[in-house]
């Protein structure tokens, strides 16, 4: 697999290999597919204030029963 493919490709090459299996419905999922939380991860580690707060409220949200 070539390392420089876009999003768009790199989601287009995993949902074409034959032992591709949709994922279940899980409101983690929803926006980022099996990343969100790598994304958060990074933008944690990475970004800048006003982003990790709004990455936290998100992290908040999503683990409140």
Avoid: C, V, W
């Avoid at 287009?12 to 949709?22: I, Q, V």
Wanted: hydrophobic share 25%; proline share 2%.
């Amino acid at each position: 697999m070539d390392p420089n493919l876009t999003s768009d490709q790199l989601i287009g090459y995993h949902r074409s290999r034959e032992d591709y299996a949709d994922s279940e419905d899980n409101t983690l999922q929803f926006a980022y597919g099996d990343h969100r939380y790598t994304k958060m991860t990074y933008e944690l580690k990475n970004e800048d204030d006003k982003l990790k707060i709004k990455t936290l409220k998100q992290l908040i949200e999503d683990f409140t029963l």
